[in-house]
């Protein structure tokens, strides 16, 4: 296994439509545990294909609080099938280092993916985990979670984005 690098905004990997992933091979059985382990070591609570720089249909995802067992979802070509409520929490993007924003989202999803075994899994998710669904699909789907913010919002992101980069830059 290996700890990948993650790439950030405004890397174009990120702006892309990922592709449906036709056959569970060998290759992207390794891609999901390598990102796995990357967004363990990170630590993050989800990763999608693209953040490694693979525009595929994959995401992992633990939402399980800190020191309860792990609660691990590994799924290909993730789709939100229906969608209840509305929540509005804080979010942070391992994509998207230091900045931190409440979107509006679903309270509760309905998902269908494929697990490595190529089995469809249809699960009910709410609350974190909805989030978490929701925010790793966008980025199978070119967005992240400061595209849905208003555009004032998104203007004062990308200026405090720069400065934070800019201070990265310096520190390295
Ligand atoms: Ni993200």
């Given at each position: 296994?290996?700890?990948?690098?993650i790439?950030?905004?405004?890397?174009p990997v990120?702006?892309?439509?990922?592709?449906q992933?036709p056959?569970i091979d060998e290759?992207?059985?390794?891609?999901?545990q390598?990102?796995?382990?990357?967004?363990?070591?990170?630590?993050?609570?989800?990763l999608?294909?693209?953040?490694?720089?693979?525009s595929?249909?994959?995401?992992?995802?633990d939402?399980?609080?800190k020191g309860?067992?792990?609660?691990?979802?590994?799924a290909v070509?993730p789709?939100?099938?229906?969608?209840?409520?509305?929540?509005?929490?804080?979010?942070g993007?391992?994509?998207v280092?230091?900045y931190?924003?409440?979107?509006h989202?679903?309270?509760?999803?309905?998902?269908?993916?494929l697990?490595?075994?190529?089995?469809?899994?249809?699960?009910?998710?709410?609350?974190?985990?909805a989030?978490?669904?929701q925010h790793?699909?966008?980025?199978l789907?070119d967005l992240?979670?400061v595209d849905r913010?208003?555009?004032?919002?998104?203007s004062?992101f990308?200026?405090k984005?720069?400065?934070i980069?800019?201070q990265?830059e310096?520190q390295?």
């Amino acid at each position: 296994m290996a700890i990948l690098t993650i790439r950030h905004y405004p890397d174009p990997v990120l702006q892309q439509v990922a592709q449906q992933i036709p056959e569970i091979d060998e290759t992207i059985k390794t891609l999901a545990q390598n990102m796995v382990e990357t967004m363990y070591a990170a630590p993050g609570v989800g990763l999608a294909a693209p953040q490694v720089g693979i525009s595929q249909r994959l995401i992992v995802l633990d939402c399980s609080p800190k020191g309860e067992s792990a609660q691990l979802i590994i799924a290909v070509n993730p789709e939100i099938v229906s969608r209840e409520g509305e929540q509005f929490e804080e979010e942070g993007c391992l994509s998207v280092p230091e900045y931190y924003c409440p979107v509006h989202r679903a309270q509760r999803v309905s998902v269908r993916f494929l697990d490595l075994q190529g089995l469809t899994v249809e699960m009910e998710a709410e609350g974190f985990q909805a989030v978490a669904f929701q925010h790793e699909i966008d980025h199978l789907d070119d967005l992240l979670f400061v595209d849905r913010l208003s555009s004032l919002k998104k203007s004062m992101f990308r200026k405090k984005y720069i400065k934070i980069m800019q201070q990265q830059e310096q520190q390295l």
